[in-house]
């Protein structure tokens, strides 16, 4: 059973575009502003009008939310974590979704588990894992090597709120 932990937050002075840009590369710059998206009033704005934006294309802005979920995960859990604080293995489920509305802006807030194992964990279960008596060989106990790695995996429900204002019912 994963251990329940409160939602990490990020607190930088760069903005989210930045960050993701700098530290995930393949990712391209994302055609948003504002926060993390933690709650409404620091919601991920989604602008369709952005100049990264492709031209006479049509607009996926569902596609921008999603692709932005797994990168904060990572943030939250290793980047901006100390080096002998970090999480391997990272999960990220969608529980839900709704649509919500407030002084005319247009919100989709996505509701996500995220499990994740400590890197000295994670390392010693895949050590176990690859090892010379690891699940190549008739001895190893599947069973109790998924109890282990399921003992220190830890486990937060977040939102993120995403302002879709600018593409909202196109």
């Known amino acids: 059973m994963p251990i329940d932990i409160e939602p990490p937050c990020i607190s930088s002075n760069e903005s989210p575009r930045e960050i993701l840009a700098h530290d995930f ?19 991920v704005i989604i602008d ?5 934006v492709s031209k006479g294309l049509p607009f996926d802005g569902v596609s921008i939310e999603y692709a ?3 990168p904060r995960a990572y943030e939250e859990l290793i980047i901006f974590r100390p080096e ?9 489920n969608t529980l839900g979704q ?8 247009h919100y989709d807030v996505l509701t996500f588990e ?12 895949k050590a176990e894992w690859e090892g010379p008596n690891g699940y190549t060989s008739h001895e190893f106990d599947l069973k109790a090597h ?3 790695r399921d003992a220190p995996t830890i486990r937060y429900v977040t939102e993120y709120w995403f ?3 600018s593409f909202y019912g196109s």
Do not use: C, M
Request: aromatic letters at 8%; charged letters at 30%; a negative charge.
């Open 25 to 43: 590369p393949s990712l391209g710059e994302l055609p948003i502003q504002g926060g993390w998206g933690y709650t409404r009033d620091d919601a």
């Open 48 to 52: 369709k009008n952005d100049p990264v």
């Open 114 to 125: 995220v499990t994740a194992l400590p890197d000295k964990d994670w390392e010693e279960l």
């Open 163 to 165: 302002d879709i204002t």
């Open 84 to 92: 002998n604080d970090r999480y391997s293995r990272i999960n990220t």
């Open 146 to 148: 998924k109890n282990k």
């Open 68 to 70: 932005f979920v797994e």
């Open 98 to 105: 709704k649509l919500t509305s407030h002084n005319n802006r």
